[in-house]
């Protein structure tokens, strides 16, 4: 199997020497999406906006790769406050509505560029 690495065009650069993801056969693998505004790499204000942002990010990367949201199989979310777990749920619930992924949700003591959520995926391309 050959690893190839995704860069999306409609997503925010990476802020680091990595990948937007890897695809192995069927198998993608994202990094962690912060809320960036592709367009000008700042971060919205509040919590929904980045949700948001790293959704619509997330989803970017995907469709890079060949794969959708349904294609989700896991996720993991990076909160900077675990009070926010509401909000962002709110917000991934639009994302995600049926066949939910597994999932994960940790509060971590700092996101990169002073970020609020960041969020990462596994995908089975069908």
Do not use: W
């Not at 890897?22 to 592709?38: A, F, N, R, Y």
């Not at 949201?69 to 406050?81: C, S, W």
């Not at 939910?100 to 959520?117: D, H, M, N």
């Not at 960041?118 to 089975?124: F, L, N, P």
Request: charged residues 20%.
């Amino acid at each position: 199997m050959k690893k190839e690495i995704i860069q999306a065009e409609n997503a925010p650069a990476a802020v680091g020497p990595y990948s937007h993801a890897v695809k192995m056969g069927d198998i993608v693998m994202t990094s962690g999406q912060l809320g960036l505004i592709p367009e000008t790499g700042e971060l919205p204000e509040g919590v929904e906006a980045q949700a948001e942002q790293a959704l619509k990010n997330l989803e970017a990367v995907l469709a890079a790769a060949g794969a959708t949201m349904a294609d989700v199989v896991k996720t993991v979310v990076f909160l900077a406050d675990m009070n926010d777990f509401a909000k962002v749920n709110a917000i991934y619930a639009k994302y995600f509505t049926s066949e939910e992924p597994a999932r994960s949700c940790v509060q971590v003591a700092k996101l990169p560029k002073g970020g609020l959520v960041e969020m990462e995926a596994v995908a089975i391309c069908r």
